[in-house]
């Protein structure tokens, strides 16, 4: 699958189930389920044993759901998926730049808008696997939101006590 390119030992296997119609991403409707995934490589494994993913799509209105054992997430709004790739990289940019590609930054405009609900449940086997210089706490709430014409993104974090 060319996850990690910089380690040839990296392994995903899982059980896909997959209900869904859709002629690309941005129309799909329907759930896709990965059960008991595991991710290898070197001296190190995550394993994952329910992760769903679940989406409604509508001229002008989007939904998208995503449950797993580390996260759940929320996604609601007039948005095209095919297209989230360089926004994601506009806010690590911003708010995480040693984590951003700089290239195309300056001339990328998104003009979709959208609500981000995102729970954070056990996330330091999946920080410790794929990012372990970075960790989010468990029961952490972010909550990023866009509107068009909107630069920037509006972003509140409530953090666990």
């Known amino acids: 699958m060319n996850i ?4 040839p030992d990296f392994n995903v296997s899982f059980y896909v189930e997959a209900n869904a119609t859709g002629r ?8 896709v389920r990965l059960l008991n995934s595991l991710f290898e490589k070197k001296d190190k494994q995550l394993q994952v044993y329910d992760f769903s993913l679940q989406s409604n799509s509508q001229s002008g209105h989007q939904a998208l759901r995503l ?5 759940e997430a929320d996604l609601t709004g007039d948005y095209d998926l095919t297209k989230i790739k360089p926004f994601i990289n506009q806010l690590l940019h911003i708010y995480l730049p040693s984590l951003a590609d700089n290239a195309g930054l ?3 405009r998104f003009a979709n808008s959208f609500d981000l609900s995102l729970f954070c449940k056990n996330t330091k086997p999946l920080f410790d696997f794929f990012m372990p210089d970075y960790y989010v706490d468990e029961s952490t709430v972010l909550k990023p939101a866009l509107m068009p014409g909107q630069r920037r993104c509006r972003f509140s974090a409530i953090h666990p006590l």
């Open 4 to 7: 990690d390119k910089s380690d």
């Open 24 to 31: 690309n991403l941005a129309g799909l409707n329907g759930e």
């Open 67 to 71: 449950r797993s054992d580390f996260l």
């Open 106 to 108: 300056n001339t990328y």
